[in-house]
């Protein structure tokens, strides 16, 4: 099995620039979460997805983002505009269920200009 | 509110020597506990789950966890370090009015040859 993979592994980008980035979990794994990972504030839950359909999106910070799964094998997480302040570690993880294990990407490492 | 503390930041061991890294948690109900490590540049992997059952819990590269239900503990333990579990390693619990997983600030366990 692949695992669950993220796209780009690296951005570096200008502040004010529309950023995406892109998962896809591992087969037949139904639940889809979205992660940022910060020195300041550690792993924070962004949006979590089950079917294809958001739960919960308490976690976003603010409405420059926003999540989409279109299909049970693709999501993507961008930001519009792009701020300094985004800049951190972005992962996203997969399970067969909500309340089941969690299997994390390798994550996307955003810097923000 | 569910939550997880890990009180040390940085846990120093010998190789060869038995290591612990602590968890405490705050639930309500019966507690959903994990532990996940994440090695530089990498995503979380799991390495042991905690839903019923026996009180000593084993799992991946030869670490294990206790239950300790009167101390609201769950700490990992590993009988002899190696070098290469030089990690940064979390604990978890499942937040059961929200399903989602609460985060520990983290660990950094460095092992010394």
């Known amino acids: 099995d692949a695992g669950v993979i993220q796209s780009p592994r690296h951005e570096v980008t200008e502040m004010g620039q529309e950023v995406t980035l892109r998962c896809k979990p591992i087969s037949g794994h139904n639940s889809l979460f979205w992660y940022r990972q910060t020195m300041m504030r550690g792993l924070e839950l962004l949006i979590y997805?089950?079917?294809?359909?958001?739960?919960?999106d308490s976690g976003m910070p603010e409405d420059r983002f926003s999540a989409k799964m279109p299909n049970a094998s693709f999501s993507t997480l961008k930001i519009q505009p792009s701020e300094p302040r985004d800049s951190a570690v972005y992962f996203c993880a997969s399970s067969t269920g909500s309340l089941e294990t969690q299997y994390f990407g390798p994550g996307t490492r955003l810097l923000v200009l | 509110a569910q939550s997880v503390a890990q009180p040390e930041d940085q846990v120093n061991v010998a190789e060869g020597n038995p290591l612990t890294v602590k968890c405490t948690y705050s639930v309500s109900g019966n507690p959903y506990l994990f532990w996940y490590v994440q090695y530089p540049n990498r995503g979380l992997q799991f390495l042991l789950k905690y839903i019923t059952g026996d009180n000593l819990v084993k799992g991946s590269y030869g670490f294990e966890a206790e239950f300790n239900k009167s101390q609201t503990s769950f700490h990992l333990k590993k009988p002899s370090a190696l070098v290469s579990d030089s990690a940064l390693y979390f604990c978890a619990v499942r937040d059961i009015n929200t399903d989602k997983l609460i985060f520990g600030t983290g660990t950094r366990l460095q092992v010394f040859p």
């Open positions: 997805f089950n079917n294809n359909v958001p739960i919960d």
